[in-house]
């Protein structure tokens, strides 16, 4: 069946590093997907989209990288800082129904 | 302005009381959701509303009403609640169903007693 999930639950990154956040989904079809963060206490906060017609699209201090022929797509966070720490989530708004499928999350911490 | 507010923020509630949720926005958006969301999982969906009327029911139980009353406002009824019901539920909205990108509120923090 459909999926869109993140490879690992937890990442752990310097401050001041780059962070990298994977997403891998399983319809070929799918060619629109969105990064949400959400932080302790708060809703989900969209951060960047992408659509299958591009491979990369830049944002404040994020990208988003797409590779169409492995099925994945990455979240890209320059120089990450303290505010940065959060539960990130690819999703994909499903064309057929109109909802959006959430991967299960990647917890980013910052260390020190 | 992408502001979705949701009252109250936190809620106790025995088994046999009944409650309202209350989710507000003011940017002209024609779609609005009601999610349901669990410690270390992904918000789950549960009603769509779209131009204020319900679009879709993801087969929620019966204890769970919704409620439209403008274009603005969403309302979520509760009542007969189960402890397994304790989660974190959030609103969103949209421009309109199916256009992608949701706007979440902070989310009512639930716990049934």
């Known amino acids: 069946g459909e999926s869109v999930g993140l490879h690992l639950p937890t990442l752990s990154v310097q401050e001041g590093d780059n962070s990298i956040i994977n997403c891998a989904y399983s319809n070929s079809a799918s060619d629109y997907f969105i990064w949400y963060k959400q932080e302790s206490g708060k809703g989900p906060q969209f951060i960047i989209d992408i659509r299958s017609n591009m491979d990369k699209r830049q944002g404040q201090r994020v990208t988003v990288l797409l590779n169409k022929t492995v099925k994945h797509l990455s979240l890209q966070i320059a120089a990450t800082q303290p505010g940065d720490s959060a539960v990130y989530f690819c999703a994909e708004p499903r064309n057929r129904d109109d909802k959006i499928i959430f991967g299960k999350g990647t917890r980013l911490h910052i260390l020190p | 302005d992408t502001e979705v507010t949701q009252t109250p923020k936190h809620l106790v509630m025995g088994m046999t009381n009944k409650k309202s949720l209350k989710c507000e926005q003011h940017m002209g958006h024609r779609a609005m959701y009601w999610y349901k969301q669990k410690a270390k999982k992904p918000p789950e969906l549960m009603f769509v509303?779209?131009?204020?009327?319900?679009?879709i029911n993801e087969s929620v139980p019966s204890r769970f009403s919704p409620e439209c009353p403008n274009s603005s406002l969403l309302n979520l009824h509760l009542h007969a609640l189960q402890p397994e019901d304790s989660a974190l539920y959030l609103c969103a909205s949209s421009q309109r169903h199916g256009n992608g990108i949701q706007y979440f509120g902070a989310g009512t923090r639930l716990s049934v007693l």
């Open positions: 509303y779209s131009y204020e009327k319900l679009s």
